[in-house]
């Protein structure tokens, strides 16, 4: 099942720029390597669970799997072959929006090559360029 918030305080939300380098969530916290976007974008609910599915499926449900972005923002759309004005569109899907330099998915409990070859799988399924990032310091 896709993700998307219980509620929210507004139905639609307007478009915005995704500009800049991230400066909260860009460094590996949870596992021994992440998945870091090298680009902007919006990455729908259901890319991010066919990213979980990818990994868990890889992994073969050993190890863990952290999911680091939540899709917040409503995207809208008109059906094609309607006319201009009557208002702004319907809900299409929740996305969340990621600038460069965010970890978007982390993997712990498992050796680093294995966990490298999973990343490997997810950034496939991904919209924006992204590449490994391993964990600096243990705790």
Known sequence: MALMPKRVK???AQRRRIRGTA???NTVSFGVAGLQSA????ISAQQIEAGRV???RFLQ???KVYIRIFPYKPVTGTPAETRMGKGKGEIDFW???VRAGTILYEIAGVPLDVAKQALAR??????VKSRLAVRRFEP
Request: hydrophobic share 35%.
């Open 122 to 127: 997810v950034a496939h399924k991904m919209p």
């Open 54 to 56: 990818a990994a868990t």
């Open 23 to 25: 400066s909260k969530g």
């Open 10 to 12: 507004f139905r639609k």
């Open 39 to 42: 680009g902007q974008g919006l």
């Open 95 to 97: 996305a969340a929006p």
């Open 61 to 63: 449900h050993e190890g």
